[in-house]
């Protein structure tokens, strides 16, 4: 345990992992408990596979973030956004000027109500807009 989270930043090895081959390389997706790979296990994987370039994408939603770590040519980058951000900005985009004034109106009649529809529509798109946000970063 105090390994894991020494050198990879992370207290368990990764779990429901799986491999899929692209025509650029693996793609390989596994959970982790608490945050994804430090920089210092992206570091090691890059050194071990010199020539190649390691994208590592995350999200953390309880925690509220998500990014992208990438490895190319020796150089490690960390880039972070706010999953909380992504979801507001997408409220100001998609729902009504009603629903938005509602919303920041903390002693609106309604606004229980709004919140909970408001809150049904980003979880059926939440991973797609985390994943355009992450994109977007790159």
């Not at 990764?14 to 992206?42: H, K, R, V």
């Not at 020539?51 to 990014?67: M, W």
């Not at 990438?70 to 985009?93: C, F, H, N």
């Amino acid at each position: 345990w105090d390994w894991r989270v020494q050198h990879w930043g992370t207290k368990w090895d990764a779990y429901e992992a799986t491999i899929d081959t692209t025509e650029s390389g693996l793609c390989i997706f596994f959970n982790s408990a608490w945050s994804p790979p430090n920089s210092e296990w992206i570091a090691a994987l890059g050194a071990a596979n010199p020539n190649a370039t390691i994208s590592l994408t995350y999200s953390e939603p309880g925690c509220d973030f998500c990014g992208i770590t990438t490895y190319i040519d020796g150089e490690v980058t960390d880039k972070m956004l706010s999953i909380s951000k992504i979801k507001d900005a997408w409220v100001q985009r998609t729902q009504s000027a009603e629903y938005q004034a509602i919303l920041n109106d903390e002693n609106h009649e309604r606004r229980d109500e709004v919140e909970e529809l408001v809150l049904e529509a980003w979880w059926e798109i939440e991973v797609a807009e985390i994943a355009k946000a992450i994109e977007d970063l790159t």
